[in-house]
């Protein structure tokens, strides 16, 4: 376990390492000028190559890059351009946001999907599975922008029982786990939910039903096991994937919330992103998609450590 869990760790490295020049390289690869938001119409050379110098822009591609990997390395993401605030607070404060908001979207997809799951691989052409995949299709092709909105004209206009958009009372971006508060994440974080839903529902209704066709639960079923131990036979034969399947899930609606934010304007990594591309700062664009990846990394190295723990037969593969 130990071989493997360095191994894993080793690996990290490397991915961590083309994360941050992939990020890096497409910030800069996109047109035009990232001082444009802050420089008056009639500014001269000089004040342009001041803060140029200021940002380390007048710098070579390679001595920026490795500039801006050590500073990261101390927690030192550069400073926004359009706000002059530390980029590392800004980030954070709004990956904190979207991290809860993505948590609750994540076990809220995850407990459905499973149920979703299960009942269609239990129960296969018969009409609870075509009910539950036909929740689950729905879930995957419905778009989550169109989804929020009529969500919030359901609920919010016409029946207004829950807040429309923000994070707290009053638009306050500061958050408390209070009922209040958690109103105002019931909207975004069901919208959120419907893909999660579907994909580990889909899922888990193809690896229920190959579980179930195989020798072992046959072999169970005639020495007499009772079907709640047989349901938990396949609970324990299917809970590596389905893990696998929510990490993965939970690091894309990180990094993917974009819209779902700015449809109920919670204030998130997404909407930071959405505000850094149209201010065009990169310094706050490169941080937030770095602490991003870096998120999504880890949480693949976290599944495949749990998914270890539960089936042995992973690292010995």
């Given at each position: 376990m130990l071989v493997f869990l360095w191994r894993r760790l080793l690996y990290t490295l490397p991915i961590m390492l083309g994360v941050a020049l992939v990020c890096f390289a497409l910030v800069h690869l996109a047109p035009g000028d990232p001082l444009v938001s802050i420089l008056p119409p009639d500014a001269s050379a000089e004040l342009q190559a001041k803060l140029k110098e200021l940002y380390g822009f007048n710098r070579s591609y390679p001595e920026q890059f490795v500039s801006w990997v050590?500073?990261?390395?101390?927690?030192?993401?550069?400073?926004?351009?359009?706000?002059?605030r530390p980029v590392f607070s800004e980030v954070m404060k709004a990956v904190g946001n979207t991290l809860r908001l993505a948590m609750v979207a994540t076990l809220i997809g995850f407990l459905f999907g499973c149920l979703?799951?299960?009942?269609?691989?239990?129960?296969?052409?018969?009409?609870?599975?075509?009910?539950?995949?036909?929740?689950?299709?729905?879930?995957?092709?419905?778009?989550?922008?169109?989804l929020g909105m009529v969500l919030v004209i359901v609920f919010s206009s016409i029946l207004m029982w829950l807040p429309p958009g923000g994070a707290g009372p009053g638009g306050s971006g500061d958050w408390a786990w209070d009922w209040e508060h958690f109103k105002h994440m019931l909207l975004p974080a069901i919208t959120m939910s419907v893909i999660p839903m579907g994909i580990i529902s889909r899922t888990l209704r193809a690896l229920v039903g190959d579980i179930l066709a195989q020798e072992f639960i046959v072999g169970l079923r005639a020495k007499g096991l009772t079907d709640f131990g047989i349901f938990l036979h396949v609970v324990k034969n299917a809970a590596p994937?389905?893990?696998a399947v929510m990490g993965l899930q939970l690091g894309y609606l990180l990094g993917g919330s974009i819209l779902i934010e700015t449809v109920f304007s919670w204030p998130g990594t997404g909407s930071l992103l959405n505000s850094a591309i149209f201010q065009r700062d990169l310094p706050l664009l490169q941080g937030t998609i770095l602490v991003l990846a870096m998120f999504f990394v880890f949480l693949n190295l976290i599944v495949d450590v749990v998914q270890t723990l539960l089936d042995p037969r992973i690292s010995r593969s």
């Open positions: 050590w500073r990261a390395l101390q927690g030192d993401l550069g400073t926004s351009i359009a706000s002059n979703f799951g299960f009942v269609a691989g239990y129960f296969q052409n018969s009409w609870l599975d075509k009910l539950a995949s036909l929740t689950s299709v729905l879930g995957v092709s419905v778009p989550h922008y169109w994937t389905a893990l």
